[in-house]
């Protein structure tokens, strides 16, 4: 019997939804919770206009918030669908469930979390997808992998090929005992792809991800990379990421045509209150159906990202979305959203 196949959409295509965790007082948001809250408030308004928006909370009385949030926010109520479930924090990119295509059917992925190699808690997280499966209408078939994958460090263009990083993907922390070799047999033959493109260079400072690939380079469609570009030599990311920009480069299609690279200005750095680098990237933005929300960190640089991703989509609407809040805890647009088929 022939196995059945598998595909990974990429993120342009049609999505029923978009899941997010909202942040709480009990959640490292404590500090900043009611700029993060307005930034959630406006991004599920943003979601709910394109698709659906599954919001998940870690118990009633997030919920019974939330709702009121959503109510006084005019979203229509049958834009959006609450569900009540315990996490440890709000990056449900790295372990919401990753969707598929199989024979069809939309298979839910429920890879193992184990919060970046260890750095935080964690067990609540892991158990989310399979909580959410439980409590979601229409059904997926959910697929658990013994496996520890982020979603946050692939970036697939929809035609079999994914795109990671070297410094994420072979961290010792994540799968340890396995060579590169067998992560990448692993990849294949749980996404149903069949390249994987390696890059070796490109962080950007203050991520605690181990260079997450949607902090540094997305494929915008087939035949097209958007990437963080670095052109001041004093500073600190010139040299990783000029690396990182000369290995684009040097990759090619499945034709042997190099790909359309379209770089994205690297934001004037942003620093918290005690003086630390905050990982501010124009490469976290979130596609929707028919639009990018795009972060925006109140930096000069802002106006230009914004120009360059209206090159890299030119038939979508970009709309900027202020991210600065996300920012003070190491993350940003991508890293709180999942799309869901």
Request: some cysteine.
């Amino acid at each position: 019997m022939k196995p059945y196949k598998s595909r990974l959409p990429a993120e342009w295509e049609h999505q029923s939804g978009v899941l997010i965790s909202w942040p709480t007082n009990s959640t490292d948001w404590c500090d900043n919770l009611a700029d993060a809250e307005a930034t959630y408030v406006e991004l599920t308004k943003l979601i709910a206009q394109n698709c659906h928006a599954y919001i998940c909370c870690d118990d009633s009385d997030t919920r019974q918030h939330v709702q009121q949030c959503c109510n006084k926010a005019g979203i229509p109520s049958e834009r959006f669908e609450l569900f009540t479930i315990p996490y440890d924090d709000t990056w449900t990119r790295d372990y919401g469930p990753i969707s598929l295509v199989r024979e069809n059917e939309v298979v839910w992925l429920n890879f193992k979390f184990n919060a970046w190699g260890n750095k935080h808690p964690h067990q609540q997280d892991n158990l989310l997808t399979s909580l959410l499966h439980q409590q979601f209408s229409p059904k997926r078939v959910l697929e658990t992998i013994n496996f520890v994958l982020e979603g946050g460090s692939i970036e697939c263009d929809g035609h079999n090929t994914i795109i990671t990083t070297s410094l994420c993907l072979l961290d010792p922390a994540r799968n340890s005992g396995l060579s590169k070799k067998q992560i990448e047999d692993r990849l294949k033959s749980s996404l149903g792809v069949q390249r994987v493109l390696w890059l070796d260079h490109g962080h950007i400072k203050g991520d605690d991800t181990d260079a997450h690939i949607d902090t540094l380079a997305r494929f915008c469609s087939p035949d097209t990379i958007t990437y963080v570009q670095c052109i001041d030599p004093a500073d600190p990311h010139f040299e990783s990421l000029s690396r990182m920009e000369k290995q684009l480069k040097s990759f090619t299609q499945t034709n042997g045509q190099p790909y359309n690279l379209i770089p994205l200005p690297l934001p004037t750095a942003c620093f918290n209150q005690q003086g630390q680098q905050l990982p501010a990237t124009y490469a976290n933005f979130l596609i929707l159906n028919g639009c990018v929300i795009a972060p925006v960190y109140s930096v000069d640089s802002d106006s230009l990202a914004m120009v360059q991703l209206q090159k890299c989509f030119p038939r979508h609407t970009i709309i900027p979305i202020q991210c600065r809040s996300l920012i003070e805890q190491y993350g940003s647009l991508h890293c709180i959203t999942m799309q869901i088929l």
